[in-house]
């Protein structure tokens, strides 16, 4: 079992960039694909991003492509969302999420180990 905690959240204006950071208690991240998923309210939830377990594949949602950039380092045990050219759209409680699957899982049903969020805030 795997325990996904985020940070990095915050506040920015729009055009700032921030980078959240998943790492993770249990097992290592690095048996697991891991995602970032976003939330707003009265939405429901959009996986952002993911990415496989080596870095061998990696998936971008049509709204981020060109904006944000997933990458893990497994010695760190991390894997970092790096979002830039925010927008007031981006807005949402960001959650990172692990799944055991091989393949590059792009449904927020294939993840099964979930983090308590971390809030992003864009300002315009």
């Known amino acids: 079992q795997v325990q996904p905690v985020e940070s990095g959240g915050g506040s920015v204006q729009a055009g700032d960039s921030l980078s959240l950071s998943c790492t993770a208690s249990?097992?290592?991240?690095?048996?697991?694909?891991v995602a970032w998923i976003r939330q707003s309210p009265g939405k429901e939830r959009e996986l952002v991003s993911a990415?496989?377990?080596?870095?061998?594949?990696?998936y971008y949602t049509d709204s981020v492509k060109g904006r944000f950039t997933i990458s893990r380092d497994d010695s760190k045990n991390t894997v970092i969302l790096q979002m830039d050219s925010l927008k007031s759209e981006d807005a949402a409680v960001y959650y990172c999420?692990?799944?055991?699957?091989?393949?590059?899982?792009?449904?927020?049903?294939?993840?099964?180990?979930w983090g308590q969020g971390t809030q992003v805030i864009v300002s315009s």
């Open positions: 999420a692990a799944s055991t699957k091989v393949r590059l899982p792009i449904s927020v049903a294939d993840y099964t180990y």
């Open positions: 249990g097992r290592p991240l690095s048996s697991f694909a």
């Open positions: 990415i496989t377990r080596g870095s061998y594949g990696t």
